[in-house]
């Protein structure tokens, strides 16, 4: 008999688990314990709209946002962080010493981003937190130039934000091209030039050494030896999943919690893990795989909630991952899993330059699609992905959406 459900980490998927736990009709307790003292907020506007001013911090709140926030009967726990968890006791650890019981537990604590290693002076920043974003906000009105380290998503999207802002922005890659590692080289210079096109200078292949200044960065220091001036740097070097307080617990962990394709850890404990910090099995492939992404983290909690409340009926995760990101007014789209070795086909909407389509496959079929403002392909890619279609299927479909010829 499941009487309480203790959910750690109330970012999206925490929320996300209380609320659908309730919409599951499940009526015993339901505890959500939260580090930050912030209500559940959302993640992607504070590298777009909030960081940019268009939308207060408030506007980002999960519950603001959709009108309803959670059942006054879920107990929400903020500025509290889970330290221990003793599985065979079914007892939860906070900071406070207080020991929190469970018959279910779901751990949904997310992750938290990288840094440079060594001292860091003020004005070099990470983002992943709503402090983060106004920290980088006020940085940003002081004006740059901005040093962006890493060309993942998040970093792309502070560029943007910006060079709209009017600032001098860099950014430097380790690797040939931003997101080389995702989408491959080529895809992944298409990445670059949408930045180059806004004026940022993108420097590839050299990576950063530190960053100097005493009470404010001045300078950062590149591995072929040159300086750049910097007024603020934000480091987007990727994400570790938050699992070190669960290092001496029972708990499987590989990269994130290791959970089956229902994401669940610990059957015999009734211990299960969603969003960022989750590493699930995909069936199809047998492999596990931990995905970064907002889809992927309000849909395993679901999934999750619904698992708990249906013992005997359970769901594993068939959607296909999903990501998008704004930069410069454009909706870039990932969709499916690509691999940097797949083969890649680029289609050119017609008269739409800017708007194009890299599709990978393997063998044939269609693995994933990347999209540069052209949400209508990337929405056919989505549906040929999802029902095991060809590569040349998913060209035939989009060429004649878009009255393309054969
Ligand atoms: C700036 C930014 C922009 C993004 N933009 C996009 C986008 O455009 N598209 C997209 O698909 N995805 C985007 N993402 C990714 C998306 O936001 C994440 O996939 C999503 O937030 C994951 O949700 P989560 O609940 O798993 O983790 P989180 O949102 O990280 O929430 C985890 C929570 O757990 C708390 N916690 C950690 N440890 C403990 C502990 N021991 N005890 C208690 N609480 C703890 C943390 O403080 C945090 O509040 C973005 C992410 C960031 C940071």
Redesign the pocket.
């Known amino acids: 008999m499941t009487r309480r459900v203790v959910i750690?980490?109330?970012?999206?998927?925490?929320?996300?688990a209380a609320q659908e736990l309730r919409a599951q009709r499940y009526d015993g307790e339901v505890v959500l314990?939260?580090?930050?003292t912030h209500p559940?907020y959302?993640?992607?506007?504070?590298?777009?709209q909030v960081l940019a001013g268009q939308w207060s911090p408030q506007h980002a709140f999960l519950g603001a946002a959709e009108g309803t926030g959670l059942d006054g009967s879920v107990e929400l726990r903020l500025g509290?962080?889970?330290?221990a968890l003793h599985t065979a006791d079914h007892q939860l650890v906070?900071d406070t010493g207080e020991a929190l019981r469970f018959d279910a537990l779901i751990i949904?604590?997310?992750?938290?981003?990288r840094t440079l290693p060594g001292r860091l002076p003020p004005g070099v920043h990470t983002?992943?937190?709503l402090d983060d974003?106004t920290a980088i906000r006020s940085d940003l009105l002081r004006g740059g130039p901005l040093v962006v380290v890493g060309g993942g998503?998040?970093g792309a999207?502070v560029a943007a934000v910006a060079r709209e802002l009017g600032l001098h922005v860099t950014i430097v890659e380790a690797l040939a091209a931003p997101l080389e590692r995702a989408v491959g080289a080529s895809a992944g210079a298409m990445c670059g030039q949408i930045h180059e096109e806004h004026g940022v200078t993108v420097m590839c292949n050299v990576a950063v050494e530190g960053c100097d200044g005493s009470s404010r960065v001045e300078r950062v220091r590149l591995s072929d030896g040159a300086r750049l001036d910097a007024g603020l740097v934000v480091v987007g070097i990727g994400?570790r999943p938050?699992t070190?307080?669960l290092e001496n617990s029972a708990v499987p962990l590989d990269d994130g919690v290791v959970c089956d394709e229902f994401g669940c850890a610990d059957q015999e404990h009734r211990i299960y893990a969603?969003?960022?910090?989750?590493s699930w099995l995909n069936p199809s492939t047998g492999r596990r795989i931990r995905?970064?992404?907002?889809?992927?983290?309000n849909e395993q909690?679901r999934i999750v909630a619904h698992n708990i409340t249906h013992p005997h009926q359970q769901r594993a995760l068939d959607a296909v991952p999903?990501?998008?990101?704004?930069q410069y007014g454009q909706r870039i789209q990932l969709v499916g899993q690509a691999d940097p070795g797949m083969r890649t086909t680029v289609l050119t909407r017609p008269g739409g330059g800017a708007h194009r389509l890299v599709l990978f496959s393997e063998n044939g079929a269609l693995s994933a699609a990347l999209g540069f403002g052209w949400t209508r392909a990337v929405a056919l890619c989505r549906r040929v992905i999802t029902g095991g279609g060809s590569l040349d299927e998913a060209v035939a479909q989009v060429r004649k959406a878009a009255g393309m010829a054969a």
């Open positions: 750690v980490g109330a970012g999206l998927a925490g929320f996300r314990v939260g580090a930050e559940p959302d993640r992607p506007p504070l590298s777009k509290t962080t889970a330290k906070v949904a604590t997310g992750a938290a981003p983002l992943r937190t974003c998503f998040v999207e994400v938050n070190g307080w969603a969003g960022d910090v989750a995905v970064e992404h907002w889809t992927s983290a909690a999903y990501f998008w990101s704004d």
